[in-house]
């Protein structure tokens, strides 16, 4: 189970439960892109308003992102967990 699942599909959403199958794991622009099949132009697009938003990290000196480790991401991830839940009820 997915946030995709949750709230549909988008880019948004897709990269999440990228980095959220893996988040202690980073990821650059262009292995997201690849993984996802996104542009990378639209992938760096929406890392930077996911990073606005505080949901990733960007990590300089590797030049990768993650998910960041605060309230929201881990509500968000619960979120998911709980739905898969009740779903499969």
Partial sequence: MALED??????????????AENPE???TVLEISENLKIPKSVVKTKLM???VNGLIEF????QDYG??????????????IMNSFICEE
């Fill in 67 to 80: 998910l960041k480790n605060n309230q929201l991401v881990q509500y968000l991830i619960k979120a998911t």
């Fill in 59 to 62: 990590n300089e000196k590797a």
């Fill in 25 to 27: 794991d980073n990821y």
């Fill in 6 to 19: 949750i709230l549909g599909e988008t880019q948004t959403i897709k990269i999440f439960d990228f980095l």
């Fill in 49 to 51: 308003e996911m990073q």
